[in-house]
């Protein structure tokens, strides 16, 4: 964590010998082991919140992405229900054009038929 070598470490612990004394050394070192668990644990949590928010953000962009997708789809399944739409009326009204002429077409044969 401090990246001490063990030389470093040795001095360290002979100068908190010569000033905290042996007498209470164990308490401070038990002190000291306790902040750093907490600041390790700490760090740990932190991280972990980081990873998930993210990956929070990650999927946030994810479904974002495919929300404009299925927007994009929606929309081209509109543009083709209206383009199918309009070509069956079309066909509708050449069909019924179509019979109508063919029926005033027969209309003077008829006529003439009957006279």
Known sequence: MFDMSGLEMLLVGVIALLVIGPERLPGVA?????W???AKAFI????ADLEREINASEMRDLLANQKKEIDELRTMVDETKKDFTDQ???LKDDFN??????ADAMKPEKAKHDE
């Open 30 to 34: 038990k002190t000291i082991g306790t």
């Open 36 to 38: 750093v668990g907490k």
């Open 44 to 47: 740990n949590t932190t991280k």
């Open 88 to 90: 069956a009326n079309e």
């Open 97 to 102: 054009s179509g019979i109508q002429n063919a």
